[in-house]
């Protein structure tokens, strides 16, 4: 079955700063991978996804994610943070196996950024 | 933004009231999605849509039935509130078939506002 982790639910920077955001999952199949972000009040937007492609995924923002089946990760990096990037960010995994579209989300992470 | 609406956006009730939120779509997406979002938990799906009259259960479908009887339209139910089912709710929508397995919008989902409710 599969399943997706978020390493650290409060994730803290100085503006600036590296932002990484782990996520690593588990899956049957090969999967197809998504990250989101939700800004405080609001519902959740894309910001990028794997779908086999290419295993670095660039998306809005400046936001990256590699794709690394060895390790089964899908970590999210931005180089440089800044203080319209604190939101929560939500890993998913595709369930494409059984062609319902259906999505597992990770626990999320609160990224915070210091000024 | 994909056009996605979700009605009423604040709900206060008292357990044991009926309740129903509405979930519309302008994009023609055959896909439709509840989830509800609680702290340390992400999202967890309730139900799902993938046609009219066809909706089957997620993770979470305990005490909520849905409805879907046009494309644009997606109901979810609470029969009888308890507490435990405060929470956000969010819609979501996919053209998870349009594209195909291919590329294009495969699963993405796109997610309505949300509806807070609080049960007492």
């Given at each position: 079955?599969?399943s ?30 998504f ?81 | ?6 009605s ?61 009887s ?42 309505g ?8």
């Amino acid at each position: 079955a599969q399943s997706v982790t978020q390493l650290g639910s409060h994730v803290s920077v100085s503006e600036g700063a590296l932002v990484l955001l782990r996520c690593n999952y588990s899956s049957s199949v090969p999967p197809y991978l998504f990250w989101y972000v939700q800004y405080p009040n609001q519902g959740l937007q894309l910001l990028l996804k794997y779908t086999s492609a290419a295993t670095l995924v660039k998306g809005i923002n400046g936001f990256e994610a590699e794709f690394k089946k060895s390790e089964t990760s899908f970590h999210l990096t931005k180089p440089s943070a800044h203080m319209s990037d604190a939101a929560e960010y939500f890993c998913a995994v595709s369930v494409g196996s059984s062609n319902t579209g259906k999505l597992i989300f990770g626990q999320g992470t609160t990224l915070q950024v210091k000024p | 933004d994909a056009g996605i609406t979700q009605s009423p956006r604040h709900k206060v009730t008292e357990t044991g009231t009926p309740v129903t939120l509405r979930c519309h779509q302008t994009e023609n997406h055959r896909y439709m999605y509840w989830y509800r979002q609680d702290p340390g938990h992400g999202l967890r799906l309730i139900h799902y849509s993938y046609g009219v009259k066809d909706t089957d259960k997620g993770e979470v479908s305990d005490g909520y039935s849905v409805s879907r009887s046009k494309t644009e339209d997606f109901l979810l139910t609470l029969e009888s509130a308890t507490s435990s089912q405060t929470s956000v709710y969010f819609c979501a929508i996919s053209d998870y078939l349009r594209g195909g397995l291919a590329g294009g919008g495969t699963d993405t989902q796109y997610f309505g506002p949300g509806t807070r409710l609080t049960v007492l």
